[in-house]
């Protein structure tokens, strides 16, 4: 491994986090692809429900990155991506260990189970954030450890690798409340906006997938709760 820099792990848990709340009701996770050297090579995330999970999106960019072939990028369909990497790793991938934030998923759902593509392409080490809370997708630990791979628990990256995934769990059972505070050093929070650009892209995001699924709002007014869907932008630039 790498003595500088953050660690694989902690790089996939900070670019999952960049689409926390946006893959709802999936869990936002991250994944690292580290070469033998232990150089990061790839790292890829989950972006959206339905869409690739973050080691198909981490693969297919190592892939591209290990062996030249762009052809692979211009994919965008989970199983399409499985199935190129399947009939064209040529073993690439075998001195290689993906760090991911969370348990490799067992089942075939809205795509192919990530575990059994992991295993198919021989890799040998997986190093994971934190077991899958989900009994639907679990079991690609044991689904793994059966086919030769060893599979690491990061102990030192697991409270992190909660604190990603807790939105998830939390939406298992309860609503999820997300709370955004923006209000200049001085008290005010009139005459304009107030936080960051990013801060506004990812509500927007968040309005626009109907992640939220309400709105209290408060300036100058008493709270309303408000419908995402009759929301001007402007009511939500703070
Ligand atoms: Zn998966």
Known sequence: MLLHGPS???????SAWEFQGLTF??????????????KIVAVGVHEKAGEPHAEVNALQMAYSELTGDSAILLLSDSAAIHDYLRLNHKN?????????????????????????????LGIKKVVVGHRDPNAEAAGGIKLLEESECS????????????????????????????????QRLDGTIDGGTISSHLSRINVHA????????????TKKTP???WSPCNLSSDRVAL
């Open 8 to 14: 694989p792990m902690q790089v996939a848990i900070d």
């Open 25 to 38: 009701p999936n869990p936002a996770v991250g994944c690292s692809v580290v070469d033998q050297y232990g």
């Open 92 to 120: 690439i991938f075998v001195d290689c260990t993906l760090y991911v934030t969370l348990e490799p998923c067992a089942h075939h759902g809205k795509t192919p189970s990530c575990a059994l593509l992991i295993k198919e």
């Open 151 to 182: 599979v690491e628990m990061d102990v030192e990256c697991f409270k992190r690798a909660e604190d990603l995934l807790r939105p998830f769990t939390r939406w298992q059972h309860k609503p999820y409340v997300t709370f955004k505070w923006a």
């Open 206 to 217: 968040m309005l626009r997938l109907r992640v939220l699924k309400s709105l209290l709002y």
């Open 223 to 225: 709270a309303y709760l």
